[in-house]
Every structure is written in C-alpha cells, then in structure tokens.
C-alpha cells in the first residue's frame, strides 16, 4: 500500500508455497486476495511478489506477463518489489545452505536476477522504484577465494550495467539490494560497506553503483548480529549506500537456561537455517551455524543470565513476549524511528515472516491469512505512532 512521503508497504509472498507460476498465482488469488480485503479494500494494494527462478522463466512469457497486468489492474494491485533471494524450492524440504545458491560468483544467479528485473520493469506502476532483494553474495560456508570474489563483483557490475539500459529503455527507477545474513558473505553493515568500497575500486568514478545498488536491510538479520539501527543506518549513509529496501521481521532473543533450551528444541527445523549468535557478558561474540548446534553445546555454569542467544528464526512482528522468549521487535521500531526522523532513507518496506509452515503450534494459533492480518494491523501501527499513514 501507498504510505505518506511516498512509501510502500507490503508483504512478501514467500510465505505462500509457490515454485512454479501457476502455484504462485494460486497463492495469491488464495491468500494474498484475501489479506488485501481486510486490510486495503478500497485502496491500491501492494504485493510484495517471490519469484523463483522457474516462476520467473514462466511469468516472462509475454502472454503470460500480460494476462497477470490485466489481473493487477482489475483487483486494485501493484508490484514494486520482488524477492530475488531464493533461487529454487523454498519449502517442504530441506532449503538451509542451498537458499544462497547459486551465488553471484554464477552466470545464472546474474540472469535470473535480470530476468526478474525485465519482469518488474513491466509490472511496476509510473512513477514507483522498482527493486529486486538478492543473497548477500554467498555464504561464508562456501569460502570464496580471490578469484570467486573478483567474479562476484563483476557479476554484480554486469547487473548494474544491465538495470542502467533498462532505466533508459523503460524509463523505470530500478535498484538490487544484497541482504546481509548472519554466517553469509555478507553478515554486517561494515562488511557491506567494505564490499561497496571493492566494487567503487573495480570502477572507479562509474556513479551507476549508488543508483542501482544497494543494501537490503533486514531487521531480523541485523538484530541477530546486535547491530543498532542508528549505527547499521548511519553507516550505510556515511559510505553513500543507499538502502534498496527494508525487511519489516523480528528475531528470536532468548537467555539460554534449561527451560529455553528445551523449549527451543520446537524451532530446530529442518528446512531453513536458524544461525545463533551468543553475545557473553564480557562482550564476546560466539557464532553457531544452526539452532541444533547452539543447543548441542554445554551449558556454562551460572544461571545463564549474563548471556543472551539471538536466533535466525523468522517470527510474527506482532509475537507477544513470553516468559521464556524475548524478541527483537525494538530493533524494527528503532528503524522506524530512523524512517521518522528521514522518510527518505529508503521508500520499500516490506514484512518478512517466511517461516509460517515451520512454526511451534504456539506461534501458529490462526491461519495464514489471519496471522498476515495481524502483522499489518501491528506495523501500520508503529507506523500511525511515527506519522506515516496509508494514502
């Protein structure tokens, strides 16, 4: 939906299965229909639209692009983002490190993030920006040598090469944004930042880089990683990144006592990563590659108070805080805030909470449209307290 100072909102649809075209238009004649009349009847609603490599290959089929123009158009929807970060299946079985493949290291991950860009160029309304969210480069598992990395930034200059023709052609405003992700190539702002300065060097003065390229900022990730808003913002403004879109998503925050541990033995899934970062006490930053290895480690002596887990675990925006399980909904205020203060930091807002068939039967007590509902009626709350408003 269309906010005040030119911002829009929605949900993405990676919360629907859907790998093919034909089970993701389902998706959203079944559920993303059905959110929009409770939550944007009588105005221009947006969709946060996935795409995975084989959904984009069928919607770029001219009769089949046109034939969902005229469906847009006849119920009221828009497009003006797509998540370009799963590249193949993304539910009902094990997805964990394969979600970051293939990376930008990859002539296909490079033509399948275009196509999606050629796709989006049709689809998004006059005068919107358009943007495509992508992995973070890779994944720190598949340890990138030089040679790999200088491939990736290439890759990544050969997409901003294509966006600028595009813009000419279509007169469309398109940017990309890599989403950094706890254990990923990139997992924080300053790792973002060190990245940009190695692209701006591979070209230097080619100004196209601050157009078409950016960072897509996702609280949950960046939570995880005890990151503040104000800092991860003011970084990225500080080097001239601009910030392609905002993930609206919220992160498990636990102490790790006896009664958490086995309570989050219900969010050790095996479908998607649920990277754990521990901060100590004294500061010290521990990492652990999943949930399950998190819990596989001996319990410290003490009450395990004076230690904190934050968990790679997608949960509603709305969750209630628990005697057991914190989160880390501050951190999606604090970026509000930020919004507040500077509504022109970044114009795409966009909820991401993927993880509905995976969740514990607590957190799953509605249906999905209910449960998307729910997200909306809380984040146009935050966002009526900072002043912004659906128009």
Known sequence: ??????????????????????????????????????????RPYA???????????????????????????CHGCYVFTINGFPYGRFHGARVKEQVYAPDWTTPERLAYTNRLFDILAELVPDGVEGSVSTVPVSFKGFHLNDRQQRQARENLWRCVDHLEQLTRRTGRSLHLGLEPEPLCFLETTWEAVSLFER??????????????????YDCCHLAIEYETPQ????????????????????????????DVREALKAFADD??????????????????????EALATPMADGPQWDREWRIHFHIPLHAEPTALFQTTADHVKGVLDEVRRAPGCCAH??????????????????????????????????????GIQPT
């Not at 993405?12 to 959110?35: D, K, S």
């Not at 084989?54 to 123009?69: M, P, W």
């Not at 449209?369 to 009526?384: C, I, K, R, S």
């Open 271 to 292: 479908i998607y990563f649920h990277q754990t970062i521990e901060r100590r006490a004294d500061g010290e930053i521990v990492r652990y590659g999943d949930l399950d």
């Open 199 to 216: 692209l701006r060097a591979d070209r230097p003065g080619d100004l196209r880089l601050a157009e078409h390229l950016g960072v897509n």
């Open 47 to 73: 969709i946060g639209l996935r795409l995975g490599e084989t959904a984009s290959r069928e919607l770029s089929e001219l009769a089949t692009l046109k034939a969902f123009k005229a469906w847009l158009a």
């Open 349 to 386: 807002f966009e909820m991401e909470t993927y993880t509905w068939e995976v969740m514990p039967a607590a957190l799953k007590q509605r249906n999905v449209v209910d449960q998307l509902v729910g997200e909306y009626q809380w984040t146009l709350a935050e966002l009526d307290r900072r």
């Open 231 to 258: 800092e991860a913002i003011g970084r990225l403004k500080k080097a001239g990144i601009r910030i392609s879109k905002i993930h609206l998503s919220n992160a498990l925050r636990v102490h790790p006592t006896p």
């Open 1 to 42: 939906m269309r906010l005040t100072h030119g911002l829009h909102l929605a949900y993405c649809t990676n919360i629907h299965r859907g790998e093919n075209w034909a089970e993701t238009f389902a998706g959203l004649e079944r559920h993303t229909l059905a959110v929009r009349r409770r939550v944007s009847p009588d």
